[in-house]
C-alpha cells in the first residue's frame, strides 16, 4: 500500500513569507500526487495535482508543487502567504498500477498565518 | 449549485441509535467513496463503489454499512452509533472511466456526526 508522510503537523508563518509544507510518498513507481486544502467547515478541495507531465506543477492562489523522484517528494510552496491561506492541507497519492482508484492521505498540516 | 452534496450537514445522536448519512452526485462519475477524518488523522477510508453492483470495504469498515442506490447516490449507516463514531465524515467521487482519468476525487461538503 502507498503512504503519504507530511512533516510538520503544524505551520505558522507570518503574512507574505514563504509557505513550505513538505510531503513525502513512498512508492515503487511515480504516483499520480495531490495537495488538498481544507477552509475551516468545508469539504477538501482540490489545489493542484501531478500526473506525470511537468514536475512543476502550479495551482490555485498562487500554490505551486514540485515532483522529485529521486526525493520521493512533493513539497508545497507559496511565495507570500496570505491571511485567507489559514487553513489545512493535505497530500495524498494515488497508486496509478492498480484499478481501484483510491487516494491515500497525509494526517494534514494545519497553516496559519499571523499578521 | 454544488456537484457532491450530503446530508444532513450537522447530527446529533445517541448510543446505540441507526444512523444513515447521504450522499448524491451530479458529476455523473462511477466511483464513490465515504471517508471519516478525526483530528491528527486525516482521511481514513471506509467504502468504496465502483458502480452500483460493486461494494468494497477500506481500512475502518467495522461498524459501518453501504448502500449504493443509484449511480448518483452512496448512502453511509451506522447500525448502531458509539461515541468513538464521532467524527467529520465526507463522500467523494471520481470518474475512473475518463479517457485521461487521474484518480482525482471530488469531495462534498462533510457531515459532522457527534454520538453522546
Known amino acids: 500500500a502507498q503512504s503519504v508522510t507530511q512533516l510538520g503537523s503544524h505551520v505558522s508563518v507570518s503574512e507574505g513569507a514563504l509557505v513550505l509544507l513538505r510531503c513525502n510518498y513512498s512508492?515503487?513507481?511515480?504516483?499520480?500526487l495531490f495537495w488538498y486544502v481544507q477552509y475551516p467547515n468545508q469539504g477538501l478541495q482540490l489545489l493542484l495535482k501531478?500526473?506525470?507531465?511537468?514536475?512543476l506543477v502550479k495551482g490555485i492562489n498562487g500554490f505551486e508543487a514540485e515532483f522529485k523522484k529521486s526525493e520521493t517528494s512533493f513539497h508545497l510552496t507559496k511565495p507570500s502567504a496570505h491571511m485567507s491561506d489559514a487553513a489545512e492541507y493535505f497530500c495524498?497519492?494515488?497508486?496509478?498500477?492498480?484499478?481501484?482508484?483510491?487516494?491515500?492521505f497525509g494526517r494534514g498540516t494545519q497553516l496559519t498565518v499571523w499578521p | 449549485d454544488a456537484d457532491v452534496t450530503q446530508t444532513p450537514r450537522n447530527r446529533i445522536t445517541k448510543t446505540g441509535k441507526r444512523i444513515m448519512l447521504e450522499c448524491s452526485q451530479t458529476?455523473?462519475?462511477?466511483?464513490m467513496y465515504w471517508y471519516r477524518q478525526d483530528p491528527g488523522l486525516g482521511l481514513r477510508l471506509i467504502y468504496y463503489s465502483f458502480d452500483v453492483k460493486d461494494i468494497n470495504k477500506g481500512e475502518i469498515s467495522d461498524g459501518y454499512s453501504v448502500s449504493r442506490q443509484a449511480q448518483a447516490k452512496f448512502s453511509l449507516s451506522l447500525e448502531s452509533a458509539i461515541p468513538n463514531q464521532t467524527a467529520l465524515y465526507f463522500c467523494a467521487t471520481s470518474d475512473r472511466l475518463a479517457v485521461l482519468s487521474t484518480d482525482t476525487q471530488y469531495f462534498g461538503p462533510g457531515t459532522r456526526l457527534t454520538v453522546l
Open positions: 458529476k455523473g462519475h462511477d466511483r
Open positions: 512508492s515503487s513507481v511515480p504516483p499520480y
Open positions: 495524498a497519492v494515488s497508486d496509478r498500477g492498480s484499478t481501484l482508484g483510491r487516494l491515500y
Open positions: 501531478y500526473t506525470s507531465a511537468a514536475t
